[in-house]
């Protein structure tokens, strides 16, 4: 066994509460590696995924599959019921995390996938930590050290089932068009999921009408909510052309 793997196994060992673990279950590669570990650590859990209401439908078949023994929690209204009244989530204000993401395990040890080659922001996590949200919740990271061969070479290695969007060229796997991807990524999940993209200019163009109902001028900026929706896929450009858009996601 390589020392990576047995070092993630002890910790997983050395902090288990006598309760077991709140597992925190995406459905994406490093979710899968955990409960992987936390299968070979022999450690209690029980595992949960937090349902976004936005995910793909290749995740959700996968985790279907694979994964019947995860617990399914709901939220209290769909992600594009509370973006029509709340307003889109954006780089630096993501009310979406707190709401679909982050609302599990208070007063439970948490295990999560959350790895330091993430990000800038994740590399300066530790490794146990206390949530500064919910200070009853503790989290243990066991791969926080991990890079990203470490986590492929682990699932080639155990053979650990995970989803076929990753073989399909997507690099993060979550919620439809999530403001931290990139512009290209949100434009390939629009071609992709259609059906989705409908459902999203829908939503903003009620959000577009309730602001104006409103008398909120900053909506004057664009001239519909697919206009809106446009504008937010892409990142917040305020240089992308109404011609491109169109050539681009028309169906």
Known sequence: MKNYVSTAIERLKSFEPAEGYYLAFSGGKDSCVIKALSDMASVKYDAHYSQTTIDPPELIYFMRKHHFDVHWEKPEKPFLRLLRTK???????????????????????????????????????????????????????????????????????????YCELYDQGFKRIGCLFCPLASAKERKKEAERYPGYKRQFIRAFEDLYKLRKEQGKTSVDRWSSGEDMFYWWLLGEDENFERKFQLSLFDN
């Open 87 to 161: 307003g889109a989530p954006i780089r630096q204000s993501r009310w979406c995390c707190e709401k679909y993401k982050e609302n599990g395990g208070s007063g439970r040890v948490v295990i999560t996938g959350i790895r330091g080659a993430e990000s800038n922001q994740r590399a300066n996590r530790k490794m146990v930590e206390v949530c500064y949200k919910d200070t009853t919740k503790r989290f243990v990271h066991p791969i926080h050290d991990w890079s990203d061969h470490q986590v492929w070479e682990f699932i080639k290695e155990y053979n650990i089932p």
